[in-house]
């Protein structure tokens, strides 16, 4: 529908860029950024519109290996990659894969950045559906440069974004993107099992209470509108609560505002129906699950390296030993990265997988 373009950069200015941002990757050329606004699918299948980030490298290549950057959890519709003014790390991510000459796309997701609407968060076919319009509208725009993008995409994300590049995995290989397959798969500490893993975790202090309450609130609220969990908030949250939950998640409150406006753990914010729903999902709960769920059903056909940590207390690394079990393919390796922190795992995996993509899938 439009583009808007963000930064155009040399390659000195990107080093300079990256480095102010913590990240120290090599840089082959600079970049030209662009904010994309496309047409997409609502989860009811209904028209609406999105917005994502495309950098194309500055070099002579006319044929651009793709790499799909899927970002992780995210409140803030201003912190989505393309809408970003402060250089945070999902937009500075997408710029790093582009300095080493990929065309680098990152989707905001819908309801993030300048996409109308709620977000539905850490649901799996619409994540996949932003980001295939994505990958075609990156195409179109691409071609206005007189550059051309090698269909088979190579696929990263972290944390929300790792179960999002799963889907979108899953999605290229059964040909479901029209123009588009995959070539890698490369997902870091993504909640792959909500049901057996995830929710659990969360509700037994596993994961850190105050990410427990932010992940069940905001999976919750997202999966009300799609698959009616309930009427009204108090059937699912405690008072006082139940009066601010949903408005808490409208785009413009930060992570700490919701936390704080929130109960401490996830037993005193929810009622107890939905804590055992929670352990025993039935009905719509379980029809919600099983659109988050699933990403990991299909044997890939492509190299696949997950990554996690046994140090990431908010998506437990059980998590990516149980997506290793359900793929069922020898082309997937699991990378444990220690004793680090959910955030860590991103600063540690990244440069590693860039590594990866420019010594298997050179860029052009």
């Known amino acids: ?64 290996r793709v790499v799909t950057y899927e970002h992780g959890t995210m409140v803030l ?109 490369a997902p870091v500490s993504g909640p792959y099992d909500l049901r057996h893993v995830q929710t659990p975790a969360a509700l037994d202090g596993r994961v850190t209470p105050g990410a427990a309450v932010l992940f069940l609130a905001y999976w919750i609220t997202s999966m009300n509108r799609i698959h009616h969990l309930y009427d009204n908030p108090v059937e699912a949250f405690h008072q006082p609560y139940a009066d601010r939950v949903e408005q808490l998640f409208d785009g ?14 996830p037993l005193r914010l929810l009622t107890p129906r939905f804590l055992e729903w ?21 044997t890939p056909h492509v190299p696949v390296h997950l990554y996690a940590a046994t140090g990431d207390h908010a998506v437990p690394y059980t998590n990516a030993e149980h997506c290793l079990l359900a793929l069922r393919s020898n082309n997937v390796t699991l990378h444990n990265l220690g004793d680090v922190d959910h955030s860590g795992t991103a600063r540690v995996a990244l440069p590693e997988i860039l590594s990866w993509f420019q010594q298997q899938f050179a860029p052009s």
């Open 278 to 298: 929670a352990a025993d999902p039935t009905g719509a709960a379980a029809r919600a699950l099983a659109d988050s769920d699933g990403t990991c059903d299909w």
């Open 77 to 185: 519709k201003s912190d989505a990659p393309s809408v970003d003014t402060r250089n945070l790390p999902d937009r500075l991510r997408t710029v790093m894969f582009a300095a080493a000459g990929y065309a680098a796309v990152a989707p905001d997701y819908l309801g993030l950045g300048n996409g109308p609407g709620w977000h539905p968060y850490t649901h799996a076919p619409s994540e996949v559906s932003a980001s295939a319009d994505l990958l075609g509208a990156a195409a179109a725009l691409a071609a206005r440069h007189r550059r051309e993008l090698d269909p088979n995409v190579l696929v990263t994300g972290f944390s929300q974004g790792g179960h999002a590049a799963m889907a979108l995995g899953k999605a290229l290989q059964a040909g479901a993107v029209p123009s588009f397959g995959i070539a890698a798969l």
């Open 252 to 265: 413009t409150k930060n992570e700490i505002t919701i936390v704080t406006s929130l109960a401490i753990t």
């Open 1 to 64: 529908m439009s583009t808007t373009p963000l930064l155009s950069l040399p390659a000195e200015r990107t080093a300079a860029l990256l480095n102010d941002g913590g990240i120290n990757t090599p840089v082959r050329n600079g970049v030209d950024a662009f904010r994309v606004e496309y047409r997409t699918i609502t989860p009811q299948g209904d028209p609406t519109t999105a917005s994502g980030l495309v950098v194309l490298p500055r070099s002579d290549s006319r044929r651009l």
